[in-house]
């Protein structure tokens, strides 16, 4: 299992999905917040996450970042 920590910036969030529907640990959704844009956020289930860096490969608006 990878320890990694993934961090988001939901300011930058446009609430796409791209990350929510390639995480094939379920660890993302959207909660019902909503940013500064108005775009609903993603949060993260930081008890299913493994930090494979999936979302950050897929956001299109650099939304993640993963730290060790």
Do not use: H, Q
């Not at 796409?16 to 993603?42: S, T």
């Amino acid at each position: 299992m990878l320890m990694s920590k993934i961090e988001l910036k939901t300011e930058n969030c446009k609430g796409c999905g791209n990350c929510i529907r390639n995480c094939r640990f379920e660890a993302l959704a959207f909660n019902n917040e909503v940013n500064a844009k108005g775009y609903r956020i993603v949060t993260v289930d930081r008890d299913k996450c493994v930090g494979c860096g999936m979302c950050y490969t897929v956001c299109p608006d650099y939304v993640f970042s993963i730290e060790d």
